[in-house]
T-cell receptor
Framework: AQSVTQPDIHITVSEGASLELRCNYS??????LFWYVQSPGQGLQLLLK??????LVQGIKGFEAEFKRSQSSFNLRKPSVHWSDAAEYFC?????????????FGTGTLLAVQP | DAGVTQSPTHLIKTRGQQVTLRCSPK?????VSWYQQALGQGPQFIFQ???????QRGNFPDRFSGHQFPNYSSELNVNALLLGDSALYLC??????????????FGPGTRLTVL
């Protein structure tokens, strides 16, 4: 079955420190992978996506993610975290079935940033 | 460029009542998907509408139904509300012609509380 696992429920980092959020997926075919961010009381904002090609993808707000097929992972990284990055981060895989598609999300990682 | 909009922002209902949530897709998009996000969880796919028909459905009971209008806007209806229906309901829009490169853009959500 298709699934996404985000092993870290809650992460705290200091402002200026580097960040890596983990994501593992289970999907039988070529995965289409996404990272979304959700601020409190808000909807989901797309950070970046991977469809094919270069396994290192760049997104908005200085985020990047690396697709590793051998590890079934799509980890999100940022070299220097800002206080405004505090939010909940969701990894998702696109389950495409013919004419339709749906997103399967992980349970999210809540990021806190210490000054 | 108008993004995805949803109404109302918040809603309080009692058990057994019925509710209708509304969504207007991003300009140029023709496909609308609905997700339920319970507290502390990732979004769960409810169903998707394209060309005014339900195209794919997640694991939700028939109490959840929807509609898409000729202008691509959509409604989500939930009948016989249960306490467990309390959640943030997210609408996402996309462009069917994008195919496997389709990306879903989310609205701010409707917070439904069932008492």
């Amino acid at each position: 079955a298709q699934s996404v696992t985000q092993p870290d429920i809650h992460i705290t980092v200091s402002e200026g420190a580097s960040l890596e959020l983990r994501c593992n997926y289970s999907y039988g075919a070529t995965p289409y992978l996404f990272w979304y961010v959700q601020s409190p009381g808000q909807g989901l904002q797309l950070l970046l996506k991977y469809f094919s090609g270069d396994t290192l993808v760049q997104g908005i707000k200085g985020f990047e993610a690396e697709f590793k097929r051998s590890q079934s992972s799509f980890n999100l990284r940022k070299p220097s975290v800002h206080w405004s990055d505090a939010a909940e981060y969701f990894c998702a895989v696109g389950a495409y079935g013919g004419a339709t598609n749906k997103l399967i999300f992980g349970t999210g990682t809540l990021l806190a940033v210490q000054p | 460029d108008a993004g995805v909009t949803q109404s109302p922002t918040h809603l309080i209902k009692t058990r057994g009542q019925q509710v209708t949530l509304r969504c207007s897709p991003k300009s140029g998009h023709d496909t609308v998907s609905w997700y339920q996000q319970a507290l502390g969880q990732g979004p769960q796919f409810i169903f998707q509408y394209y060309e005014e028909e339900e195209r794919q459905r997640g694991n939700f009971p028939d109490r959840f139904s929807g509609h898409q209008f000729p202008n691509y806007s959509s409604e989500l209806n939930v009948n016989a509300l249960l306490l467990g229906d309390s959640a943030l309901y997210l609408c996402a829009s996309s462009l069917r012609a994008a195919g496997v490169a389709d990306t879903q853009y989310f609205g701010p959500g409707t917070r439904l509380t069932v008492l």
